[in-house]
């Protein structure tokens, strides 16, 4: 591909969620970021194990008790090993947006569940390991299953 990693500070990174918004990322560290890569990071087992991990461990009762409607924001960078690193959530970049669930307990709940997350296969370019961005906006009340075992809830 002829592309070259770049130190770059992460105030210059701009994720999918962010660019939807119309939103610039904040600075939460420098780190090497890389883009675009030749592969996606992957949840062990894929796409619906990653649904089914996030269904199976969060507490429903905490998520769709909260008197608020709307997302909780997340923001991670899976590294070149794969792990879940620098989580972020509603961060200031995001707080102007009318939809943002700020109840403690959710948002209490939401960190212990990514932050409890398998490693996962590292993105890569050029057939090396690299660290990305990823977003991840979570619907309160939760009601939109995802994880084909569970989607009869």
């Keep these: 591909m002829g592309l070259a990693a770049q130190e770059i500070d992460t105030t210059q990174i701009i994720d999918p969620i962010e ?3 119309g939103l610039a990322a904040q600075e939460i560290d420098t780190i090497q970021i890389i883009d675009p890569i030749e ?11 990653f649904w089914c991990y996030l269904e199976g461990s969060l ?11 709307g997302r909780v ?13 620098n ?10 947006l009318k ?10 709940e939401i960190v212990r569940v990514i932050n409890l997350m398998p490693r996962w296969k590292p993105a ?4 090396k390991n690299v660290p990305i961005r990823y977003s991840l906006p979570i619907k309160i009340p ?3 299953f995802r994880c084909i075992k569970n989607s009869k809830k």
Excluded: H, M, W
């Design 59 to 69: 507490n429903f009762e905490i998520l769709n008790s909260c008197n608020q409607s």
């Design 87 to 96: 989580l972020e959530i509603n961060p200031d970049r995001v707080k102007s």
């Design 73 to 85: 924001f997340t923001f991670f960078i899976i590294d070149s090993v794969g792990e879940v690193k």
């Design 99 to 108: 939809s943002i669930v700020d109840d403690k307990k959710v948002i209490e």
């Design 142 to 144: 939760y009601t939109d």
């Design 124 to 127: 890569q370019l050029g057939g």
């Design 19 to 21: 660019s939807q918004l």
């Design 39 to 49: 592969s996606q990071p992957i949840f062990p087992g894929g796409e619906n194990a």
